[in-house]
């Protein structure tokens, strides 16, 4: 499926930003609106310099918000039409701070194939064989704790939105987590209509 996208520029933190937007259908790209990102992230937050992990990046319009709110961003983003087009939202506000990670996050270190979502909708794309997936790409999954085992940051602050296998992201960064005197804040979308394809479940 050929990629078209749009661009919109607006103004966060005194600077002039550029995003780049799937054209149609896809619903990030179609609620996208920037003063949001303030109820997102409260200010009380731009003391906490260590990570930002964005765990489905998407097209990275968290992550550009996040990149003057903390130290260090890595964006994980396995889907190759999302992760393209959160490239270059990175390259053309030159933010330098983010790092694009093209792989999966789960509990385990491994390979695994990507359900693609094969309508308009990227975001739904998943680990998971989920409805309205026709195509399936061969992609590395990790561990935030295999990430960040040598890291000399604390993290402060988990966005996660992988579409059913939230419970296995949250598992792969516990022990990363029981080592930080201050926990981070944690914000998780849920999607409990496809916890049926595993065995997770909060209750």
């Known amino acids: ?116 979502e094969n309508t308009l909708n990227a975001g739904r794309s998943s680990l998971l064989k989920i409805p309205n997936s026709t195509e399936k790409i061969e992609i590395e999954v990790v561990t935030l704790d295999s990430v960040l085992e040598k890291s000399n940051l604390d993290v402060s602050y988990i966005k996660v939105d992988v579409e059913g296998i939230e419970i296995n992201v949250l598992k792969g960064i516990e022990e990363t987590i029981s080592h930080q005197p201050v926990k981070p804040v944690i914000q998780l979308e849920f999607m409990p209509s496809l916890w049926h394809y595993t065995n997770n479940s909060f209750f």
Request: proline share 4%; net charge positive; glycine share 6%.
């Open 1 to 116: 499926m050929r990629i078209q996208v749009r661009e919109i520029q607006f103004e966060w933190f005194n600077q002039k930003l550029k995003i780049f937007l799937y054209t149609s259908g896809d619903v990030v790209s179609t609620l996208f609106n920037p003063p949001n990102a303030l109820n997102i992230y409260p200010y009380f937050l731009t003391k906490r310099k260590g990570y930002f992990l964005d765990i489905g990046a998407h097209i990275g319009t968290a992550s550009v918000f996040a990149s003057y709110l903390f130290g260090k961003v890595l964006a994980f983003e396995p889907d190759p039409r999302s992760s393209s087009i959160l490239k270059q939202n990175t390259q053309i506000n030159n933010i330098k701070n983010i790092e694009v990670i093209s792989k999966a996050v789960s509990d385990y270190c491994g390979v695994s194939y990507f359900h693609i």
